[in-house]
């Protein structure tokens, strides 16, 4: 196999007509990769997006070949998945305000150009889920929000508006699922592609914590976002140090950081499976 493509969390190998997705237990903040893996990693993202995948086929195809005809040194946390034409775009869907979202609110009123109600705080729940696009950097480079329209110009109007369609289609059904296992979904990130015959598919990962804002709902409350389940864990540790994403070298990550972490993957994939890991 030939690796083709190396991006801040997964490799991807040619192996014949198909690719070989290999999601490593690499964990990245801010855009930039941290020195320190986090054990079990890529194969908890696997198979929570697998297990996603699975609820999400009626509403979008994907780019899914086989989640076992894969080399057996990536078994449990690789996928053998169709070859696309990735869009140049991340899509974003939030149904909480957090994060840059709330940046952009708190000095615009508005995220990605659509204007909210006045009066919101971190963690308010908005009145209908928003799709908020943002540009794909490269490794090393940071994505930039960017508005409906801008994506329109770059994919096309249909295209856009098919997109944003899906996105927000997927992020409903993920937190209707979700919400069942105590568990508010406030963000999450999608990617799509269209293969030789111009469907559009859902790529990369889908709903994992490497993705998504994953929120205990018995604890949340507006006004401070609640424990969750997801990187925030490991984003709040390094704001915590002082490092900035453009101030030299990413610190190495404690022991107890790492364990931590890594017992929040395990609990998100617990909840919203049913399955142990």
């Not at 929000?145 to 856009?160: I, K, M, N, W, Y």
Request: charged content about 25%.
């Amino acid at each position: 196999m030939e690796l083709i493509y190396q991006g801040k969390v997964r490799d991807l190998y040619a192996d014949g007509d198909d690719l070989i997705l290999v999601a490593s237990n690499r964990v990245s903040v801010y855009d930039v990769v941290l020195p320190t893996e986090i054990p079990d990693k890529g194969a908890l993202l696997t198979a929570l997006s697998a297990w996603w995948f699975e609820r999400l086929a009626d509403l979008v195809p994907n780019q899914i070949v086989s989640t076992e005809d894969v080399p057996a040194e990536f078994a449990g946390r690789a996928v053998r998945v169709m070859r696309l034409d990735m869009l140049k775009v991340e899509s974003i869907a939030r149904g909480y305000l957090t994060g840059s979202g709330l940046a952009d609110y708190n000095a615009t009123g508005a995220v990605c150009g659509i204007a909210l109600p006045p009066g919101l705080v971190d963690g308010s729940r908005l009145p209908e889920p928003i799709y908020t696009p943002t540009t794909k950097a490269p490794v090393g480079e940071h994505d930039e929000a960017v508005s409906f329209d801008h994506v329109a110009a770059d994919l096309g109007a249909e295209t856009a508006e098919r997109v944003r369609e899906l996105t927000l289609a997927v992020y409903r059904r993920g937190a209707e699922i979700a919400a069942e296992c105590g568990i508010i979904i406030a963000d999450t990130k999608l990617e799509f592609g269209t293969d030789a015959e111009g469907t559009l598919r859902l790529a990369d990962e889908v709903l994992t914590s490497d993705s998504s804002r994953f929120w205990d709902a018995a604890k949340w409350e507006p006004g401070r976002p609640p424990p969750s389940f997801d990187k925030q864990f490991v984003r709040d540790w390094a704001s915590s140090t002082g490092w900035k994403p453009d101030a030299g070298p990413a610190p190495e990550i404690p022991a107890e950081v790492v364990e931590a972490t890594r017992a929040k993957y395990v609990e998100a994939y617990e909840r919203l499976t049913g399955r142990r890991w």
